[in-house]
């Protein structure tokens, strides 16, 4: 089973307007990563936060980590049309061998 | 720049044959993983290598196999391609465990 499950599926907004992903997982992890996977192109990294970190920023993007509920947010502020992009969660889990494990994704459409 | 490049990017094959992946990295890193990617499902870990002649099975290891004969390189083998093993291919590495994945950009293979 994954460890990690985004929530929606599918956004769509508006430019201009924030997107908010939500992830949560099943058991303690080391960190947690997002990543973005552009159409027919590999994941590229976004931002890791670890499990004593509650809240990274990096420029537009604003992760939150709370590991009482398993749960993490990817917030996009001021979203742009060359945002749009598949955004995924995965978590570094030391029982799992050190692998990362990745949840299905949300699918994000920003519209112009 | 370092890279992690794959190739074929795309390839058809029969079902029954033998085919192999390849996956090349200039970042010199020790960890290797191999992930598939389907609909519904996000990425799921067929194989991975912590070095030189280490590899190990992930969650969907069945009919695949790897070899890591160098730190470059982690070619990953269909021994004998099935039509359920159509899929995106995606090989990542990582400099250390914790730390983010870097990926290639995929091998869209279609077996029929």
């Known amino acids: 089973s994954q460890q990690g499950e985004e929530d929606p599926q599918a956004l769509s907004i508006q430019e201009g307007e924030n997107a908010t992903m939500n992830c949560s997982y099943k058991t303690s992890i080391n960190n947690l990563q997002w990543y973005r996977q552009n159409s027919g192109r590999g994941l590229v990294h976004l931002i890791l936060?670890?499990?004593?970190?509650r809240e990274k920023h990096s420029g537009r993007l604003r992760v939150t980590l709370d590991t009482s509920k398993k749960s993490s947010s990817l917030l996009i502020t001021a979203s742009r049309a060359a945002d749009t992009a598949s955004y995924f969660c995965a978590t570094d889990v030391q029982e799992y061998g050190n692998k990362l494990v990745f949840g299905a994704g949300t699918i994000l459409r920003v519209k112009s | 720049d370092a890279e992690i490049t794959q190739s074929p990017r795309h390839k058809i094959t029969e079902t029954g044959r033998q085919v192999t992946l390849a996956c090349h990295q200039t970042w010199n890193h020790n960890n290797m993983f191999w992930y598939r990617q389907d609909l519904g499902h996000g990425l799921r870990l067929i194989h991975y290598s912590y070095g030189v002649q280490d590899t190990n099975k992930g969650e969907v290891s069945d009919g695949y196999s790897v070899s890591r004969s160098n730190t470059e390189d982690l070619p990953l083998t269909l021994e004998s391609a099935a039509s359920s093993q159509t899929s995106v291919y995606f090989c990542?590495?990582?400099?250390?465990?914790?730390?983010?994945?870097?990926f290639g950009n995929g091998t869209r293979l279609t077996v029929t």
């Open positions: 936060i670890r499990s004593n970190e």
């Open positions: 990542a590495s990582r400099v250390t465990l914790n730390s983010p994945l870097h």
